[in-house]
């Protein structure tokens, strides 16, 4: 069984983030920590689907990413960023 804990964690750590940005919405926010997140583990779960020559959807699916990984770059994102 997965800690319970990790949620309040996780929850703090978002918190901290969105109040330095508090102009962005919600999901921005999801889709900023995910693309980053991504960027930094070498495109993981990068989905990119091509629209025509000039224009690209671009997604992230990190439905299998535990957790504590997440976890782990929230933290480092609140020490050396916020």
Avoid: H
């Avoid at 997965?2 to 962005?24: G, H, Q, S």
């Avoid at 926010?29 to 990119?48: A, D, H, M, T, W």
């Avoid at 091509?50 to 439905?63: H, Q, W």
């Amino acid at each position: 069984m997965r800690d319970p804990a990790r949620i309040d964690e996780i929850l703090i750590l978002i918190n901290r983030i969105w109040t330095e940005e508090p102009d962005i919405r919600f999901m921005q926010l999801i889709y900023n920590l995910q693309r980053e997140f991504s960027s930094l583990n070498n495109g993981l779960g990068k989905v990119e689907e091509k629209v025509d020559d000039s224009y690209s959807i671009v997604g992230f699916d990190l439905f299998n990413l535990e957790d504590d990984k997440f976890l782990e770059f929230l933290e480092n994102k609140v020490k050396y960023e916020v």
